[in-house]
């Protein structure tokens, strides 16, 4: 039978200030538990928040990115339930009127091609604290150093409809938010965390029950999640039996879900207008501002690295998967604007494929750009072919030498004199007269096989393009 799916997924944010939402106290990663509190994120009575409006720019600058609505006057709101990690009793949150509404991200997948995934709202809210069992017996302990930290809560329309999509949408919004320098998102920090919802109908009809599965931070997991709650919801369908409206777990050792809990048992959360907080108001100016500060987004970047370089979409697109690398590949040319496209070309296939290997970012590169430019100018003046160009790259890897240093060192200049080309041509030809014989009786595919054995006595070192010409005249006879 067939089946659409149907994803809409919460992604919660942790905006990247150094205090936390309604508090001095700091946001800093992995301190001792319990040593970044204070009464008002510990949930004293009669403490007072108040509002860090960093993390108010923030989420604007987030907003403008994905072209949405800024609301100039929103509020917060308690939402209230019982959970060891939540001192107060209630998360403070923007329930009624968020800060952001109607936006958008562009994807592309191979099955449908370009989409536009819309984005409900991003509202403002603080983070709960975390409880730990690990490694403990029969106990479980509290921290609460990130209780308060704010949170953007990204909420996006249904509007993916395979897992490949909910993916594609992940991946592009993570980028943003990076690029914006919003967040860390570090996902193993849990910086960046999903909840998916998934449903199943036919197409045309109505949409189905969805089961939400939740706080997951890994691509791979998130993916592997969705794709199994698509088969067992259409299996229970096709079974006979109806889909139950519920918050499951993925369990990334066991590659399942399980229920944790559903609707009819869900909390009722008596959201109520957050009493200690005055509406948050902005002024138009105030978001004009921030827009005036946007830096270029990864879409405007790779469309500028095709036009302003000439680069691939493909090149292009790998060279703006992060600041870092943008930048990189932007010193890069600055220092070595000769060629941009064999620039951009070895960048993104030898040296980020040598860096794989190694386990380095583009940051921990042992070659500079400007070194890595000094290699590409040595093919550009003929110097060296692409071929020995990539051992002097490993070469330069593992040393942090030079080209220069490494072609002198190991004689590698690539000979480009006639005489000296046309002495190892007449000299293969002198040793292979039998198929010299063959050549010029009209075995053309010979060709390749004088070029292999001139390139091979030259050590890989003489101008591929010198013996093809030279190959071509003195074969004549
Ligand atoms: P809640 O507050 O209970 O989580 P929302 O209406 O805010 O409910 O929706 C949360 C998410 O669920 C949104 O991302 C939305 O796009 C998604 N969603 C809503 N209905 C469906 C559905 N039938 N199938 C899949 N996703 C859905
Ligand atoms: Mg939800
Ligand atoms: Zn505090």
Known sequence: MNWEVVIGLEVHCQINTKTKAFCGCSTAFGSEPNTQTCPVCLGMPGQLPVLNTLAVDKTILTGLAIGAQINLESKFDRKNYFYPDLPKGYQITQFTVPLVEHGYIDITTKDRGDRRIGITRIHMEEDAGKSMHEGLDAVSHIDLNRS?????????????RSSDEAIAYLKNLHQVIRFLGVSGADMEKGQFRCDANVSVRHPGDEFGTRTEMKNMNSFRFIKQAIDYEVMRQIEVIEDGGEVVQESRLWDSVKNESRSMRSKEEANDYRYFPEPDLPPLRVSQLEVDNIKAGMPELPHQLRARFETEFGLSAY????????????DWYEALVAAHPADPKRCANWMANELLGRLKELNKNIEDSPVSPNQFGE?????????ISGKIAKDVLDA?????????????????????DTGAIDAMILEIMAANQGQVDAYRGGKDKLFGFFVGQVMKASKGKANPGMVNQRLKELLKG
């Open 375 to 383: 290699l590409m100018d040595r093919m550009g003046d003929n110097t």
């Open 315 to 326: 090149d292009a697109d790998v060279l703006t998967q992060t600041r870092e690398l943008s």
């Open 148 to 160: 308060g930290i704010p949170l953007m809560e990204i909420v996006s329309e249904p509007d993916m």
């Open 396 to 416: 330069m890897l593992e040393s942090g030498k030079s080209a220069d240093a490494i072609i002198d060192e190991k004689g590698l200049k690539q000979v480009s």
